[in-house]
């Protein structure tokens, strides 16, 4: 598997679920993965995973809300592997609640974490992404950048349609500078993020008629993230199971 060989891609969230999935499948395209999370352990399980399967992974401590911290991160890549291809913002948190129940201070984190991180990540890693050459930006938004969704969350609305805005915008600035920015929208996956939510009315909303698994969403970032995909810039792809088309 060669799709992604030469290339440097950090994953945020890559601990568990789709940011978990979309490292392990990129390193096995010939990627070395950065794996960045705030789940140590798991983080480093994933790394050593990667190495595991004959691939080239590390694990670097990142909270995608500290701008410190995403300098440190930038500042060891380039120090270690003298570039960076791939930069797939992943991390993200929901909010539950309707409106009305939800405190600012939930507002604010949910924010923080699911969109801030996004352009303090884009911002970060710039000048290594416009050096690469071929450099592509997955920022993960959801079904529910787009849509209201059942009208709950409204933080985590406001968060992904906000990245699939600063997207388009990122990568009208970029796009003469060769790095191309998408966004992709998964519909109900299969994660920890799930937690014990009653899945039986997402299944119902979904005309595929179940939940998607994570590999499916690592599936189209890892077609963003390569040269095939050359031509795609300031998209929005969605991985819905037809959630979207209704
Ligand atoms: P997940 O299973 O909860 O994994 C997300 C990972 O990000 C976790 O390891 C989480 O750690 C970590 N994280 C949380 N806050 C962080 C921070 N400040 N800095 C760095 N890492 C942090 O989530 P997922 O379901 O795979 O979702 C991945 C992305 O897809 C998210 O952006 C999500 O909004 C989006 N998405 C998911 C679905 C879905 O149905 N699953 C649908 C649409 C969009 P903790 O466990 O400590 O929180």
Redesign the pocket.
Same mark, same amino acid.
């Given at each position: 598997m060669t799709r992604l060989n030469g290339k440097t891609a950090l994953v945020?969230?890559? %601990? &568990? &679920?789709?940011?978990?999935e979309t490292a392990l499948l990129l390193a096995r395209e010939g990627a070395t993965v950065i794996v960045?999370?705030?789940?140590d352990a798991?983080?480093a399980d994933v790394a050593t995973e990667i190495e595991k399967n004959g691939g080239q992974g590390i694990y670097l401590s990142?909270?995608?809300?500290?701008e410190a911290a995403w300098t440190r991160v930038i500042t060891t890549i380039e120090e270690k592997y003298g570039r960076l291809d791939v930069l797939v913002n992943?991390?993200?948190?929901?909010d539950r609640d309707v409106l009305e129940n939800t405190t600012l201070e939930t507002y604010h984190k949910v924010i %923080?974490?699911?969109q801030t991180?996004v352009f303090l990540g884009m911002k970060a890693a710039a000048a290594l992404l416009k050096a690469s050459g071929t450099g592509s930006v997955i920022n993960?938004?959801?079904?529910?950048g787009a849509s209201g969704g059942f009208g709950s969350s409204p933080a985590?609305h406001a968060a992904?349609g906000a990245v699939r805005l600063l997207t388009k915008n990122v990568a009208l600035e970029w796009a003469p500078l060769g790095v191309r920015v998408n966004s992709v929208?998964?519909?109900?996956? %299969?994660?920890? *993020? *799930?937690g014990d939510t009653d899945t039986t009315p997402l299944v119902d909303v979904t005309p595929l008629g179940r939940? &998607?698994r994570?590999e499916e969403?690592a599936a189209a970032i890892l077609f963003l993230a390569g040269d095939e995909a050359s031509f795609v810039t300031g998209s929005e792809l969605y991985v819905d199971g037809g959630y979207l088309a209704r």
């Open positions: 945020t969230g890559a %601990a &568990g &679920g789709i940011g978990k960045a999370d705030v789940q798991l983080g990142l909270d995608v809300t500290d992943n991390a993200g948190i929901s %923080a974490v699911t991180s993960i938004s959801s079904i529910f985590y992904k929208h998964p519909g109900f996956i %299969a994660t920890p *993020m *799930m939940l &998607g994570p969403v």
